[in-house]
């Protein structure tokens, strides 16, 4: 951001409220605040692009603060987060910021924690509410939450929420609450959900987005010469030197991708396939462990790989070059979306010159060679996902939403919401990732508790 930085003054707040900021050590705007108070203060909808501790919380705070009118009891503003300890921030941030009005309570409504002492909580009455989207239904389906007065709804990591399942119980929340009212959402990266969550709920909304620096330099292409016979065995080397998290390994062919997936696995990488013999119940779980961190390596093929959407994705490898340069455009620009690099790294024999010469003419350059003989292990640790997917059996089918599960694992097992990622409902299942460190004993929890109140199977789908 070359403008220079702005003072909190400029805005129009209350002589209380910049006294308050200014006692609070808030001087000068941060970039999202600057970008985003004006739009949100003048009562518009809007769609910020901010990561956590960019400054969003007070941008969005001060805003649903303006509106509020401290006389009148009622919840005037709703705050979705992902996660309990998300949640428990706001609400220490938006007290703080609070302090310029007399008495304005904020309450925090979180799974993993009993209901009745919530249920007390709101029946004294409240301003304001933080909490997680699953149990914010639970408190509108039993009457104890009341959004009639509400003037402000707040979506904070929107994109971690539509990670976590959330997308329904968003959506239904939504439209609880008051058709005239401002909604702020605030997401880090745009995935397709955030559209259409916009689109369903947000009335002319404005977006703010911190300039990127956005350029193909983000997908870092480079290219190695190989024999036939070292082929697969050059996946692993590339895998155990760059060390991606996640990346799709792309093969022309069926047997070519059962081949690599074989050499893989026996290298101890966690790999899975994806061509298009799987029923759809076993591609589901193979994208579900894939997007959800918990699988190192996708090994596909074009027809298998269309239409998929994966929002963290280190690298690209072409196995074989495609014969098609449009389709080695489509390939690797899967790679270093949003605000990540990404490799797009690809193997060449001698009789594939002609494919990677089609390439150059479509990109307009020529492609970058590096010797194999330069690739050297990053480190003598195996490359393992930095996730493990637990199956729980039950789904839809038996009413489980992501919120039960979320609450199950913060609430009774006692883990960090910060432990815990995406989480899929399907029809009879239900996925969800943990961090590899706790997967056993979030497997041994899970086992012995309950999730809404019924005993459940669970098991670890690793391999």
């Not at 959506?171 to 008051?178: E, I, T």
């Not at 490359?383 to 009774?412: C, F, H, N, S, Y």
């Amino acid at each position: 951001m070359t403008d220079k930085a702005r003072p909190f003054s400029e805005l129009p707040l209350s002589t209380a409220a910049l006294a308050n900021l200014t006692q609070l050590g808030y001087v000068e705007m941060t970039p999202i605040q600057a970008a985003s108070l004006p739009i949100a203060l003048a009562g518009r909808d809007l769609i910020a692009q901010a990561k956590t501790g960019s400054g969003k919380t007070a941008a969005f705070s001060l805003a649903l603060l303006a509106r509020l009118d401290a006389r009148r009891y009622a919840v005037q503003a709703l705050v979705l987060c992902p996660t309990r300890e998300l949640a428990d921030q706001v609400t220490q941030e938006i007290r703080r910021l609070a302090r310029a009005e007399e008495n304005i309570k904020v309450l925090t409504l979180c799974g993993g924690t009993p209901m009745r002492p919530q249920t007390a909580s709101l029946e004294h009455g409240a301003h304001i509410i933080v909490g997680t989207p699953g149990r914010i239904m639970d408190h509108l389906e039993r009457g104890s939450l009341s959004l009639d007065a509400l003037n402000t709804l707040v979506l904070d990591e929107a994109d971690r929420m539509l990670d976590m399942g959330f997308f329904d119980d968003i959506a239904k929340v939504a439209r609880q609450c008051p058709k005239e009212r401002q909604t702020l959402l605030f997401s880090a990266t745009y995935p397709e959900g955030i559209a259409k969550l916009s689109q369903q709920f947000l009335r002319n909304p404005k977006e703010v987005k911190l300039e990127e620096r956005h350029d193909n330099s983000k997908i870092r292409q480079r290219f190695y010469e190989v024999t036939e016979d070292e082929r697969l065995h050059a996946v692993g080397m590339l895998l155990n030197h760059y060390r991606p998290v996640s990346t799709i390994a792309f093969c022309n062919t069926k047997n070519q991708c059962r081949d690599l997936l074989d050499v893989l696995r026996a290298q101890g990488f966690h790999a899975l396939a994806l061509h298009g013999e799987l029923e759809q119940r076993e591609r589901d779980q193979v994208l579900i462990q894939f997007a959800n961190r918990s699988c190192s390596v996708l090994v596909a093929t074009d027809v298998a790989a269309r239409g998929l959407d994966i929002a963290q994705l280190e690298a690209v490898i072409n196995v074989d070059v495609t014969p098609d340069p449009e389709v080695h455009v489509h390939r690797i620009g899967r790679t270093g979306r949003a605000d990540q690099d990404g490799w797009a790294l690809s193997l060449a024999s001698m009789n594939e010159m002609g494919r990677v010469g089609g390439i150059e003419e479509a990109q307009g350059r020529d492609v970058e060679w590096h010797p194999l003989s330069g690739l050297k292990p990053a480190s003598d640790q195996p490359l393992l996902p930095p996730m493990e997917t637990l199956q729980i059996l039950g789904g839809r089918k038996e009413k489980i939403r992501p919120g039960d599960v979320l609450g199950a694992l913060t609430g009774e097992a006692g883990f960090n919401g910060s432990h815990i990622g995406k989480i899929n409902v399907t029809e009879f299942s239900t996925y969800v990732a943990v961090d590899r460190s706790i997967a056993r004993d979030a497997l041994r929890k899970l086992s012995a508790g309950k999730v809404k109140g019924k005993k459940v199977k669970v098991r670890l789908m690793d391999e």
